[in-house]
């Protein structure tokens, strides 16, 4: 992978598997919620997460945080918008 800074482009880059969330019941992985399998239910709506990985410039610091499935989360994200209107 031929990855650079997006902040200096430096190719100095440390792909990082992924992070830790410290947090009491912490499954050890940082976590971003879109939207819901089944938006319009009272309970159990279907939660849809991604796993958030990092990149971080070995040259200025710069931290990007990237999702895995981005796909499965823009379709969540545009079921739960059209639920909306």
Do not use: H
């Not at 939660?47 to 710069?62: D, F, T």
């Amino acid at each position: 992978m031929n990855l650079k800074c997006s902040k200096c482009g430096s190719s100095k880059i440390i792909p990082l598997a992924g992070m830790i969330d410290q947090g009491q019941y912490s499954d050890g992985t940082l976590k971003a919620r879109v939207g819901y399998t089944n938006p319009e239910a009272w309970v159990f709506k279907g939660a849809v997460y991604a796993k958030l990985k990092a990149n971080i410039c070995g040259e200025c610091g710069y931290t990007e945080l990237v999702a895995e499935e981005p796909a499965a989360l823009y379709d969540a994200y545009l079921r739960s918008r059209d639920l909306r209107t």
